[in-house]
C-alpha cells in the first residue's frame, strides 16, 4: 500500500514571500499522479497542482511549482509571493494511474499560516 | 450540475442512531468517491463507485456502513448504529472515466456530529 507523509504540521510565512512545503511518499509502482490539495476553513477542497509521475518537467500553476524528485520519493510544493488568501492546509496526495477510479491517499496535511 | 452537492450540510445524531448522507456528483462523471476526514484532519479513503457498481470498497468499515449509487437518485452514504468515533467530516467525490489523470471533483463535504 502507498503512504504519504508531510512532515511539517505547521508552517509559516510572511506575506510576499516563498515558503516550500514537504511531502514524502512510498509506492512501488513506477506511475502515478502526485496532487497538491488546499482546505481553507471553508473545508472545501481545491486541487492546487498536478504531476504525472512519468513527466520529467516539475509542473508549475502561477505562483505554485512543485519539486519532483523520483528517486528520491519526494514531492515539495513552492509557494511564490505569499498571498494572505493562501493560508490553509496543504495536503500531498498520490494515486495510481491505471484506473480513473483510483483513490487518492492523503497526506496528514500542513497548516500554512501568512503573515501581514 | 456543475458542482459535486452534499446534503446535509450539518447532521447531528445520538450515539446509536443512523444517519444518511447524500450526494450528487457531477453530470456525466462515472466515478464517485466517499472519503471521512477526522477532527485531526486525517482522510480516509472509504468506498469508490463507478456508475451504480462499486469499485473499491477496501475503506469501508462494513459492520456499519452501507453505500448506494443508483440511477437517477443521489449517491448515498449510511451509517448504522452511529458511534462517537463517527463523528467527521464525509467528502464525497466524482471524476470522469477518461483516464488515469481524471481529478477528483470535491463537494463541500457533510460534517456528522455523534453525541
Known amino acids: 500500500a502507498q503512504t504519504v507523509t508531510q512532515s511539517q504540521p505547521e508552517m509559516s510565512v510572511q506575506e510576499a514571500e516563498t515558503v516550500t512545503l514537504s511531502c514524502t511518499y512510498d509506492t512501488s509502482e513506477s506511475d502515478y499522479y502526485l496532487f497538491w490539495y488546499k482546505q481553507p476553513p471553508s473545508r472545501q477542497m481545491i486541487l492546487v497542482i498536478r504531476?504525472?509521475?512519468?513527466?520529467?518537467q516539475n509542473a508549475t500553476e502561477n505562483r505554485f511549482s512543485v519539486n519532483f524528485q523520483k528517486a528520491a520519493k519526494s514531492f515539495s510544493l513552492k509557494i511564490s509571493d505569499s498571498q494572505l488568501g493562501d493560508a490553509a492546509m496543504y495536503f500531498c496526495a498520490y494515486r495510481s494511474t491505471n484506473n480513473a477510479g483510483n483513490m487518492l491517499t492523503f497526506g496528514g496535511g500542513t497548516r500554512l499560516m501568512v503573515k501581514p | 450540475g456543475e458542482e459535486v452537492a452534499q446534503t446535509p450540510k450539518h447532521l447531528v445524531r445520538g450515539e446509536g442512531q443512523k444517519a444518511k448522507l447524500y450526494c450528487a456528483p457531477i453530470k456525466g462523471h462515472s466515478y464517485v468517491f466517499w472519503y471521512q476526514q477526522v477532527l485531526k484532519n486525517e482522510f480516509k479513503f472509504l468506498i469508490s463507485f463507478q456508475n451504480e457498481n462499486v469499485f473499491d470498497e477496501t475503506g469501508m468499515p462494513k459492520e456499519r456502513f452501507s453505500a448506494k449509487c443508483l440511477p437517477n437518485s443521489p449517491c448515498s452514504l449510511e451509517i448504522q448504529a452511529t458511534k462517537l468515533e463517527d463523528s467527521a467530516v464525509y467528502f464525497c467525490?466524482?471524476?470522469?472515466?477518461?483516464?488515469?489523470?481524471?481529478?477528483?471533483?470535491f463537494g463541500p463535504g457533510t460534517r456528522l456530529t455523534v453525541l
Open positions: 467525490a466524482s471524476s470522469q472515466s477518461s483516464g488515469g489523470h481524471s481529478e477528483q471533483f
Open positions: 504531476q504525472e509521475a512519468y513527466k520529467q
